[in-house]
């Protein structure tokens, strides 16, 4: 069963550093994949999404990974500035299923 | 800009009280999701809908109802508040046939 009031992994990294952000997900027949970024008091944000039939897309200093084989999700993060402080989440679908979304990483940038 | 709101950012209820979180969207979505959000568990899904009058069971219905009655409302039911709906709870909503979600800011529900 899950656990209460677990810690959430965290990546620090000093201000203009690049940022890798991983993600393993569960369901190997899903097609589409998402990262969101959550700050502080807000809604989770879209960045960028990605379809199983590619294995990388950019977009503005952020670039997705996907390896199919092993079923894992990477978020880099070009140049980290202070304002990239959140909490990252992946998230994963197929067809109009709902999105399963995984626990997140707490992002810290060092000035 | 698509914009998602929720009737309130805090809230403080007592238990057993009925509780309703009202979300609104103004772009016209069909799809609408309601989540709560607990630290290091993520976001899990209670309830979604597809269409007005429309609901279905996410991962963790228990304890919550909803209602859809227009296409840019959906509403989540607390129908007697226990202290362990403590938490904060985000609507989303998207097109149809789109699969990215847009979020709303949250509202963090106390249960005393």
């Known amino acids: 069963g899950e656990s209460v009031g677990l810690h959430l992994p965290t990546l620090s990294v000093q201000e203009g550093d690049n940022s890798i952000i991983n993600c393993a997900y569960s369901?190997?027949?899903?097609?589409?994949f998402i990262w969101y970024k959550q700050e502080s008091g807000k809604g989770p944000q879209f960045i960028i999404d990605?379809?199983?039939?590619?294995d990388k897309r950019q977009g503005q200093r952020v670039t997705v990974l996907l390896n199919k084989t092993v079923k894992h999700l990477s978020l880099q993060i070009a140049a980290t500035q202070p304002g990239d402080s959140a909490v990252y989440f992946c998230?994963?679908?197929?067809?109009?299923?709902?999105?399963?979304f995984g626990k997140g990483t707490r992002l810290s940038v060092i000035a | 800009d698509v914009k998602v709101t929720q009737s309130s950012r805090y809230l403080v209820k007592r238990t057993g009280e009925k509780v309703f979180l009202e979300c609104v969207q103004d772009?016209?979505?069909?799809?609408m999701f309601w989540y709560r959000q607990d630290p290091g568990l993520g976001l899990r899904l209670i309830y979604f809908s597809y269409d007005v009058k429309m609901k279905e069971k996410g991962d963790i219905p228990e304890g919550y109802s909803v209602s859809r009655e227009k296409k840019e409302r959906f509403s989540l039911i607390l129908e007697s508040a226990s202290t362990n709906q403590t938490s904060m709870y985000l609507c989303?909503?998207?097109?149809?046939?789109?699969?990215?979600?847009?979020f709303g800011p949250g509202t963090r529900l106390t249960v005393l």
């Open positions: 989303a909503s998207s097109p149809l046939g789109t699969r990215g979600q847009f």
């Open positions: 369901n190997s027949a899903s097609d589409y």
């Open positions: 990605i379809r199983s039939n590619m």
């Open positions: 772009m016209d979505h069909e799809n």
């Open positions: 998230a994963e679908n197929k067809g109009n299923t709902p999105l399963v």
